[in-house]
């Protein structure tokens, strides 16, 4: 059975990867301005922030609609950021350590008030507690609707102030001195990442909402140096990650979807910091392929010295004396260099220019 036939066949499990794909691509998408902006703890902020708002949102409007319910999050996570900012303007506090107080003192809250709301008599408030780690089972098909049309209305937005987003997230010092209103869409970036963020409580939960926002952007930013491009593949990254957790999350017994999501979230983070362009493998061959290459360059040079101090042009050297010069054993780039036909072994054993490689040690 093909992956496609094993989605259409299972109604629960088509539902939740839709939503998780869904979720996946608009935080991926937003996640790439936080991570650039160096605000990733800001995600965890809001995430944390908004569970209290949840919880105030049943007990006001005594529903668990998920729309109603986003909405009280929207409202807390919003909130909680003018808090961080209000500090960091009025007071001597770091940003980090804002976001943290913030972080800490909502969410907080937020278990202090489901615990109490739980404790109440009536049964309604059954369910709550999924916002706190997520629950993507109960994710219904209204839900991915929710998630998908705030999504892309989410997107449109980012479209739409796309120069001014691109702007604030490299240089808002040089939009500021353009007249571009840097601090507003500073605000405006800010309320799509509680957008992003909210609309994937019940799935992913507060706790672990953050990855989403970070890890597909974190990875992204590996394959890339263009915003465009990061944004796409981030979004890609976290719409993969989506499906791939429902997915496994389905065929495991006991596996909860967020936590799977976010383990292959994390996942393409580490392939994506060892194999991509930018990552730590291919660094290390291009650094390797680069000390080889200055030392094919200095050996060269050397065996050209050698010639002009001894014997001229034909005279054969040891590699041992070819080494001398520089103190390290020069075996390893005789051998490149004879590759490239840039010197020649007698029998012996011992090395001398080639008429080409005379050539190109003058040239060098």
Not at 105 to 122: E, K, S
């Amino acid at each position: 059975m093909t992956l496609a036939t094993f989605l259409v066949d299972d109604y629960t499990l088509r539902t939740v990867a839709l939503g998780a794909v869904a979720l996946g691509f608009v935080s991926g998408a937003l996640g790439t301005f936080a991570v650039l902006r160096r605000q990733a703890l800001l995600g965890d902020a809001i995430s944390h922030a908004a569970l209290p708002g949840v919880v105030f949102a049943y007990v006001l409007l005594g529903t668990k609609g998920s729309l109603a319910l986003m909405v009280g999050a929207a409202v807390a996570g919003f909130l909680g950021t003018l808090l961080v900012s209000a500090i960091v303007r009025s007071t001597r506090v770091k940003e980090d350590a804002a976001l943290g107080l913030v972080l800490s003192v909502f969410f907080g809250i937020g278990l202090v008030l489901l615990t109490w709301v739980q404790r109440r008599p009536d049964a309604s408030q059954a369910g709550l507690d999924r916002f706190l780690f997520g629950q993507a089972a109960t994710v219904l098909r209204e839900d991915v609707v929710t998630i998908a049309v705030v999504g892309a209305v989410a997107l449109v937005v980012v479209a739409l102030a796309w120069k001014h987003l691109k702007v604030l997230s490299f240089d808002p010092e040089f939009g500021a001195s353009l007249g571009l209103r840097m601090r507003a869409t500073e605000i405006l970036l800010t309320s799509l990442l509680v957008v992003a963020i909210v609309i994937g409580l019940q799935m992913v939960g507060a706790v672990l909402m953050s990855a989403m926002i970070v890890a597909p952007a974190a990875a992204a930013r590996q394959w890339t140096n263009r915003l465009g491009a990061m944004t796409i593949v981030a979004a890609g990254l976290g719409a993969a990650a989506g499906v791939t957790g429902a997915v496994a999350s389905s065929q495991v017994e006991r596996l909860p979807t967020g936590p799977a999501i976010v383990l292959v979230a994390t996942f393409l983070v580490v392939v994506s910091f060892l194999l991509a362009p930018r990552g730590l493998v291919v660094r290390a061959m291009r650094a390797r392929r680069a000390r080889s290459r200055l030392g094919t360059h200095v050996v060269l040079a050397d065996l050209a010295a050698l010639e002009r101090a001894h014997g001229g042009p034909g005279r054969a050297h040891p590699a041992a004396t070819v080494g001398l010069l520089e103190e390290t054993d020069a075996t390893a780039a005789l051998v490149a260099l004879e590759r490239d036909g840039l010197v020649a072994r007698d029998l012996e054993g011992n090395w001398a220019l080639t008429d080409r490689g005379r050539v190109e040690a003058r040239r060098r």
